[in-house]
T-cell receptor
Framework: GDSVTQMEGPVTLSEEAFLTINCTYT??????LFWYVQYPGEGLQLLLK?????DKGSNKGFEATYRKETTSFHLEKGSVQVSDSAVYFC???????????FGAGTRLFVKA | DTGVSQNPRHKITKRGQNVTFRCDPI?????LYWYRQTLGQGPEFLTY????????KSRLLSDRFSAERPKGSFSTLEIQRTEQGDSAMYLC??????????????FGSGTQLSVL
């Protein structure tokens, strides 16, 4: 069945460091891909999305590119801030033929 | 915009009791999902509806779990004969999925279930 695999956390970085959180997926067909974020004490919210191969989703300085050849959707940010500390979830689905399913999440801690 | 509303926020019950949770999605949304989330894990898919039709139920879900969305609006999730392993945060999400579009989920705050 369809699945999403994320790198295990926690990831601890200093402010202004470069961030990569790896995500790979398995799916029959061509789902949309998403990153959701859960800040401390808050619910999940959509961070960015990409709907087809080679699309790049971006928001709040975060980017991820839909790579069909490597079935990946890695999340990157060039310079993290303390306020980026949260749990990040990679997800696939969200089109007519797919339900949305999530990876296990990667917790990010950013130190000042 | 009232968002996705879940009730109750917290539920403490004794093992063997039945519990029911309610989710009120954003009013024009046609899809509604139930997920379960335990500490340190991602949301685990339980079931989802498109309008009033239940499209899929997770194979991992026992027969003690049942969900309904009778009029394509609010939904209920019932757990019968609760077990301690059912303790988790139960999340509801809704979306408006249109033909040819992709989906953005809006999550409720969840119902935290503790089975003693």
């Amino acid at each position: 069945g369809d699945s999403v695999t994320q790198m295990e956390g926690p990831v601890t970085l200093s402010e202004e460091a470069f961030l990569t959180i790896n995500c790979t997926y398995t799916a029959t067909g061509y789902p949309s891909l998403f990153w959701y974020v859960q800040y401390p004490g808050e619910g999940l919210q959509l961070l960015l999305k990409a709907t087809k191969a080679d699309d790049k989703g971006s928001n709040k300085g975060f980017e991820a590119t839909y790579r069909k050849e490597t079935t990946s959707f890695h999340l990157e940010k060039g310079s993290v801030q303390v306020s980026d500390s949260a749990v990040y979830f990679c997800a696939l689905g969200g089109t007519g033929g797919f339900k949305t399913i999530f990876g296990a999440g990667t917790r990010l801690f950013v130190k000042a | 915009d009232t968002g996705v509303s879940q009730n109750p926020r917290h539920k403490i019950t004794k093992r063997g009791q039945n519990v029911t949770f309610r989710c009120d999605p954003i009013s024009e949304h046609n899809r509604l999902y139930w997920y379960r989330q335990t500490l340190g894990q991602g949301p685990e898919f339980l079931t989802y509806f498109q309008n009033e039709a239940q499209l899929e139920k997770s194979r991992l879900l026992s027969d003690r779990f049942s969900a309904e969305r009778p009029k394509g609006s609010f939904s209920t999730l019932e757990i019968q004969r609760t077990e301690q392993g059912d303790s988790a945060m139960y999340l509801c999400a809704s979306s408006l999925l249109l033909t040819g579009s992709n989906e953005k989920l809006f999550f409720g705050s969840g119902t935290q279930l503790s089975v003693l």
